[in-house]
């Protein structure tokens, strides 16, 4: 028994050495982020409990989509949806327990065991966020390469302070057009910017590039005016924001913020030493992760490709009017009843981000051919041509259907529709994810099908 407990005390002081546990322990900043940390796991797995988004289910419905680069990830899925078992249900409660578990590790001041069940939660939302489901956001991006640096980087404290400040400046390049330069972002939504008419919605937009590029820096200030002062600012802005996006957002960056330059904010000197390379490496993949957005042809706002690699909320204002028509041999049974004429059935059915609202059917013979239109009901939906595409992969594999056709109209910032995607059969096609797909076009290819009307930024 003796042994056993010297073992365990031996691979408990050989972890806090390798992960700097220490740091932990002595410094107050990072146990409150430790605590904050785990309240944004415990908002995104409430969230994800009942979403829907990783089950087999979903994958072989087209409800759930892959990441471009791991188009296969379907293969690995192991939850289920409430209709088939309580799986889903059964693993949340499950991680539940382990927030718990941390709770009490903290409140024992037992950061060891605290330190791997906090990895426990990380390893799952990263798996979800960027091999398992198509749900990656800005805010995830925020908690988890944050939460990275708290659980395995040296010099904890000052990395998590440049990665947020560095997170601040990256958003600010996808702001660079007219959409946040003359404030049509805003100005092509029903409602407008909250609490302020569309003629301040330049002078708006362009405070908050010129805070995410300039202000966001002296969050770093020895200063102490000129720090409090850009703390205070963005602190508001989250909150002002939250009008819009709700608690997801403000919570993934307000948390941190007043963690990191509120009351308990101090200069660090910059680590130089050996174990200040993964600090540096982990800044400089950050910047990477941007880059592949940019380094893809085109226009990234309307045709989507590379778009999620990065920070990229409230890039722009999209809309689009979809037409998906499959052909699919039916028995003959049901092709001798069905009338050989198209019937048109006027539909008014919302879910997710699309509404459904048109469906024509015919019948010729052992042939049926149903095309569905949907159009998109709020701005945050991306109208995102490989969404579609991997949506229909599913169906595209029933040996019943022969074929797909599909075609996307997008317009953003109250600008024409463009069809910028207008093929025959969608199965034919593949989806390359770094690089540019012919198959989706944008001006002067895509031809301008009409103008939208005034969006909603949420239904």
Known sequence: MNNLKQFIRQVSAWYARIFSLEEIRQLPTLRWYFGGSLLYFFLTFSNWINANKTSLEAYQTGQAVCWPY??????FAFLHTLYVNYSTGIFYMALYTVMLAIVYAMWRRRWTLAHGLLSILFIWEALVAFA????GGPYYYYHLFLTAILLFIPHKEYFLQRAFVLFYFLSATIKFDEGWIVGTYFTSLQTGLPLLPDGLAPVFTNVVIFSQVILCWFLLSRNKYLQRGALLFFVFFHLYSGVLVGYNYPTAAIVPLLILFGPLYRRVPTPLDKKSVAGWIALVLVIAFQAIGFLIPGDRRMTLEGD?????????????RIVATVRSRVSDAEGRGALARWES???????NYLCLTGVSERYDGTIKERSETFESNFSMYRCDPYELWARYQPRCKLPSTERIGL????SINGGPFYRIVNTENVCDLTYKPFSKNEWIKEPPEAPIIGVPVKNFYHY
């Open 132 to 135: 398992l489901s198509y749900v």
């Open 308 to 320: 999620r690699y990065g920070m990229f909320m409230f890039e722009a204002d999209h809309q689009c």
């Open 407 to 410: 075609t996307l109209d997008h």
């Open 70 to 75: 791991f188009q296969n990830c379907a293969d």
């Open 345 to 351: 059935q006027p539909g008014n059915l919302c879910f």
